[in-house]
């Protein structure tokens, strides 16, 4: 018997992949504070990347987000 939450879901799929976040991609650390605790505010989960590579790795490794903030400057 399985569990329904994984119904789908291969027993090697890492359960990172199926977490809801939202990734904050900006260098500056007062701008990633105040998005953190916006965010973590409404009890969703957050990553933070400093650099384009950093974000595109955890795109890689976490799946979608669901939502991206970015800093275009």
């Known amino acids: 018997m399985t569990d329904g939450s994984l119904a789908g879901r291969s027993a090697f799929t890492p359960v990172s992949r199926v977490l809801s976040y939202v990734l904050v991609a900006d260098t500056d650390s007062r701008r990633i504070d105040i998005c953190l605790e916006a965010i973590t505010s409404h009890g969703v989960g957050a990553l933070v990347a400093?650099?384009?590579?950093?974000?595109?790795?955890?795109?890689?490794?976490?799946?979608?987000?669901?939502?991206?903030?970015?800093?275009?400057?």
């Not at 974000?55 to 669901?66: E, H, K, Q, Y």
């Open 50 to 73: 400093r650099t384009g590579e950093e974000a595109i790795g955890v795109l890689r490794d976490f799946g979608a987000p669901l939502l991206l903030i970015v800093d275009l400057l």
